[in-house]
């Protein structure tokens, strides 16, 4: 942010006008904790709050005890007091958002600044005023965000992040659960790929068993055709052996046999 901005709001806050044109009842909080906040000047809220008037707000305040040193003791402490009532009584009433948190914000840079025109010396001045910008940017820093959502709403889930800090998270969410979606986009793509090969080799051992068996099978058929074939040879064989057999037999039997020895 720079330096121009916070001047541009400070005097967005004091250009503002009032809200009220008298003080709200008492029984209407909401409408009294922005008069304090916001219309009455400095020591007046402080003496409400010396009063605790009413007592069902909430006075506690630490005083800027979180905010950067103070070396020089600008006196900062009632212009405190009036944030931290800013940020009670707005988390009371449930107003803690982006813009609530934003006016109490300017409202401390306000009572700061003023408090430093009480300062004598002109560079005392000068530092009061640097250190009141200080508190400024401190308290619109992530590390005092007040835990405010992309919205501008309070979540408790995202405690003290401002609404940069919160919307960067918010895109590395988003960039986190893109990137797991294609992870498990691309494991499913390798699953469908992983099965499709198992099929795939499911079909080609079918593929080989059958050639297997159809191997078995056709050599099975030839075995058996030669054995037929060996059969019908050794059929064939015996038969002839039996023809020879019975020829010689009939020869041995016949009366022209001594007759054979005399053919030329
Ligand atoms: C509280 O005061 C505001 C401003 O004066 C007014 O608009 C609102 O209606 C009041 N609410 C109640 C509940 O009286
Ligand atoms: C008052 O506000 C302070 C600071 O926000 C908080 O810690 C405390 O619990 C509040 N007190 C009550 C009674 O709500």
Redesign the pocket.
């Known amino acids: 942010m720079k330096l121009s901005t916070v001047f541009a709001f400070a005097a967005g806050a004091l250009a503002m006008p009032a809200s009220y044109s008298a003080e709200p009842l008492k029984n209407n909080e909401t409408a009294l904790v922005d008069y304090y906040i916001f219309n009455l000047a400095l020591p007046e809220f402080l003496a409400k709050r010396e009063a605790k008037d009413p007592p069902s707000l909430?006075w506690?305040s630490d005083g800027c005890t979180n905010a950067p040193a103070n070396p020089f003791n600008f006196d900062f402490t009632p212009g405190c007091q009036r944030h931290?009532f800013g940020?009670?009584n707005y988390?009371?009433q449930g107003r803690f958002e982006i813009h609530g948190k934003r006016r109490i914000d300017e409202q401390l840079l306000v009572d700061l600044r003023n408090q430093c025109k009480k300062a004598t010396h002109v560079w005392s001045k000068v530092g009061c005023e640097g250190l009141a910008e200080a508190y400024f940017f401190f308290y619109r820093s992530d590390a005092f965000g007040g835990g405010l959502d992309a919205t501008g709403h309070v979540n408790p889930g995202l405690n003290g992040m401002s609404l940069k800090a919160v919307r960067e998270r918010k895109g590395k969410e988003k960039e986190a659960k893109e990137e797991e979606e294609k992870e498990k986009e691309e494991e499913e793509k390798e699953k469908e790929k992983e099965e499709k090969e198992k099929e795939k080799e499911a079909k080609e051992e079918e593929e080989k068993e059958e050639e297997a068996k159809d191997k078995e099978a056709k050599e099975k058929e030839l075995k058996e055709k030669k054995a037929e074939e060996k059969e019908a040879k050794e059929k064939k064989a015996e038969e002839k052996k039996a023809k020879k057999r019975e020829r010689r037999e009939r020869f041995e039997k016949s009366w022209w046999r001594y007759f054979v020895f005399l053919l030329p």
């Open positions: 909430n506690t931290d940020y009670a988390r009371k």
